[in-house]
């Protein structure tokens, strides 16, 4: 009877988060249904050739350089987001640790249009970065930052670095300042401290922020469609061709569902990994955590 009314409590409660993503799930289903279609423009009768008709190399290496940027954004992510989340974690004083947050979810409230064009005025070869160059002598002519996999992924990385933040910082709750202070008195270095006792504890914190800058990223269309125009082919500026011009529904429906698997099957492979890291044995007390003092 407990049982059972404890799983009534476990749905009530997650009845309001069901209802929430009842329609992006919905909307999933007819993306399905579509790319089973038998005609590209309605849906109608059942046929796999959109999947088929994906097999070719321009698909394919959307494919690739999608799963390429999407991984070297979320590395370079990860190495940038752990010392601002430590530095952060760090900081005594609530209104120091407060203006790092908002500075750090700046990304987050400008609109991608407006950032995009941001790093178009910074990177352009007329822009800050190749002027000042120029003037300083140090090149003469201006560099290709633009309209190329570099520009998408400097893109990438800066508008992903708010959602590796907080998922890490959230991790550095359970490093105690004892742990720290135990392995120095063992004749730990700093990069010793970092690497075996800080890494392993941030690992749950690594792993969800990982999986959310990749399929964040996967997914992107603003930033690879302003900064690598025509020429940096993701899957979402793929899908976006496939449906204007060309009005290929069922041809960007069955994309659109690759794009689903690929970072359902990341998102799947993170949760393993979480669930992994938490049978792991951890110690028993947390005591005096970073954002009390402790610094890494």
Known sequence: MNAHRSSLRSFALSLPAIIAIAPFLGACFYIFRFSVSGESGVISGYSL???FDLAEPFFLRSVWVTVKLAALSTLVVLILSVPIALVIASVRTALVRRLLTVTILLPMILNLLIQSYGWIILL??????????????LISRPILLLFNETGVLLGLIQTAIPLAVFPILSATRVISREYLEAASSLGAGNWRVFYDVILPLLKPGLVSAASIVFAYNASAFAVPLLLGGRRVQMLG???RDMISPLFNWSGAAAAGMVLIVITTGVLLLAAALINRSARTPKPSEVSEPLQSGGGA
């Open 237 to 239: 500026v793929a899908i």
């Open 124 to 137: 352009g070869p007329s822009g800050v970065l190749n002027t000042t160059l120029r003037e300083t002598g």
């Open 49 to 51: 050739q959109a999947y």
